[in-house]
């Protein structure tokens, strides 16, 4: 079984600051790793995915996020957010395991960010 | 290009009331997942059909049932309605059950 923890509920953060959301996981097995977004009223957006390979992985819009196995983390970055970045993210696994196809998520990190 | 689409996008319903969920997947994708996702929490795994079979099933009672239909849609049924099931229930679909997810923008059922 996996499971995943954030570690951050809630993050408020200024308008051209750095953010970093943090995500811990557990799992017996080697794990796909994930970063959703969910906008208000919306469904979730696949933001950035680790699969295999480098252990740093960029999204399209700026964020990053790096694999430290010997940490089990996936702590997802952004140099400098904006006010459209208002959200809640979602760390995710799923594990590398023939015919167990289902994400596990954690609780979700709502990030603010002010003008 | 449709992306997922469920519908209602809001439901009202009783305890002990039943209720049924629908969603349409992406054009191209044959696998339907569902996930309740209750307030301020991260979504949870009910089921996954492909080829018109559950394939997967999360920690959900039987209360919780689905189906998929020949052209890849999906319906989640949920019995006896407890004020705990109040959820935004998502569908994301794929191409084949390992690919990455599409989701819908859910349906948020309030049970009263």
């Known amino acids: 079984a996996q499971s995943v923890t954030q570690l951050d509920s809630q993050v408020p953060v200024f308008e051209e600051a750095p953010v970093e959301l943090r995500c811990n996981y557990s799992?017996?097995?080697?794990?796909?790793l994930f970063w959703y977004v969910q906008y208000p009223n919306q469904g979730l957006q696949l933001l950035l995915k680790?699969?295999?390979?480098?252990?740093l992985v960029e999204s399209i819009n700026g964020f990053e996020a790096e694999f430290n196995k010997s940490q089990t983390s996936f702590h997802l970055r952004k140099p400098s957010v904006h006010i459209s970045d208002t959200a809640e993210y979602f760390c995710?696994?799923?594990?590398?395991?023939?015919?167990?196809?289902?994400?596990?998520f954690g609780a979700g990190t709502t990030v603010t960010v002010r003008a | 290009d449709a992306g997922v689409t469920q519908s209602p996008t809001h439901l009202i319903k009783t305890r002990g009331q039943q209720v049924t969920l629908r969603c349409s997947p992406k054009?191209?994708?044959?696998?339907v997942s569902w996930y309740q996702q209750a307030l301020g929490q991260g979504p949870q795994f009910i089921f996954q059909?492909?080829?018109?079979?559950?394939?997967q099933r999360g920690n959900f009672p039987d209360r919780f049932s689905g189906h998929q239909f020949p052209n890849y849609s999906s319906e989640l049924n949920v019995n006896a309605l407890l004020l705990g099931d109040s959820a935004l229930y998502l569908c994301?679909?794929?191409?084949?059950?390992?690919?990455?997810?599409?989701f819908g923008n859910g349906t948020r059922l309030t049970v009263t």
């Open positions: 995710a696994v799923s594990p590398l395991t023939t015919n167990d196809y289902k994400l596990s």
């Open positions: 680790y699969l295999s390979g480098s252990t």
């Open positions: 994301a679909s794929s191409k084949g059950p390992g690919s990455p997810l599409h």
């Open positions: 059909y492909y080829e018109e079979e559950e394939r």
């Open positions: 054009s191209g994708h044959d696998t």
């Open positions: 799992s017996s097995v080697s794990v796909y």
